[in-house]
């Protein structure tokens, strides 16, 4: 199947740093990527949808202003954690959307834990 | 808005049995898909099923295979000759179909933890 990578896998900062996470579509084109967070034992949980070349549409709850999403390129999204504190701390989950493909199918990057002390 | 509703938070199966997990979603659209991702430890999301809704047959994948009652909204996934590396977070999710944007975003049910014994 197609593969996503989000990067970095793991990541530790001090509250009030910025942290960036990308997820890039390596064999097809994605018009569109989704972001997700999860906390343990529990579902994913919609944060944002992000189409190539327009802002990004979030769901209700979410500070759009902390989490700033980029989708520059049809392979390339970032997600931008702005002034992170512990309450963010969390497991965060990108999937991009194979339009091309003839099954419509969701690819998932293998997710960035990330620590706020 | 559609819901997806998974009733079995845990499961548990003996290796090389089979197992059923249960799903149920609700929905006004006619069309739509249906997948079974799976999460193991590492977390990482793979797709384990998809089902078309306006495909009358049950999807199946080697061992994984479904049962997609459209009318009780109801879809099932059938584990066969389960093995150690089966288990894993077992995540239901539904799709609109011809949507755009934000609608073609998946909805989760909360997921059944599914332990396979020795």
């Known amino acids: 199947g197609a593969v996503v990578s989000q990067h970095p896998s793991w990541v530790i900062c001090k509250s009030g740093t910025s942290v960036k996470i990308e997820c890039r579509s390596l064999?097809?084109?994605?018009?569109?990527m989704f972001w997700y967070r999860q906390f343990p034992k529990q579902s994913l949980m919609l944060m944002a949808t992000?189409?190539?070349?327009?802002?990004?549409?979030?769901e209700q709850g979410v500070e759009k202003d902390k989490f700033l999403i980029n989708h520059a390129s049809l392979t390339l999204s970032t997600l931008t954690v702005t002034s992170a504190h512990p309450e963010d701390s969390s497991f965060y989950i990108c999937?991009?959307?194979?339009?091309?493909?003839?099954?419509?199918?969701?690819?998932f990057g293998a997710g960035t834990r990330l620590s706020v002390l | 808005a559609q819901t997806v509703t998974q009733s079995q938070p845990e499961m548990s199966v003996q290796e090389a049995e089979t197992v059923t997990l249960s799903c149920t979603y609700d929905?006004?659209?006619?069309?739509?898909?249906l997948f079974w991702y799976k999460q193991p430890p590492s977390r990482q999301m793979i797709l384990v099923i998809r089902?078309?809704?306006?495909?009358?047959q049950n999807a199946t994948e080697n061992r994984f295979s479904v049962n997609f009652q459209k009318a009780a909204k109801s879809f099932s996934l059938k584990i066969s000759d389960s093995q150690l590396g089966d288990a894993a977070m077992y995540f239901c999710?539904?799709?609109?179909?011809?949507?755009?944007?934000?609608?073609?975003?998946?909805?989760f049910g909360s997921g059944t933890q599914l332990t396979v014994l020795p």
């Open positions: 064999d097809f084109q994605a018009t569109t």
């Open positions: 992000s189409n190539e070349g327009s802002k990004a549409t979030y």
């Open positions: 999937s991009a959307r194979d339009g091309g493909g003839a099954k419509n199918i969701q690819y």
């Open positions: 929905t006004s659209e006619s069309d739509y898909y």
């Open positions: 089902q078309e809704a306006y495909k009358q």
């Open positions: 999710a539904y799709r609109r179909a011809f949507s755009s944007g934000s609608a073609r975003q998946l909805t």
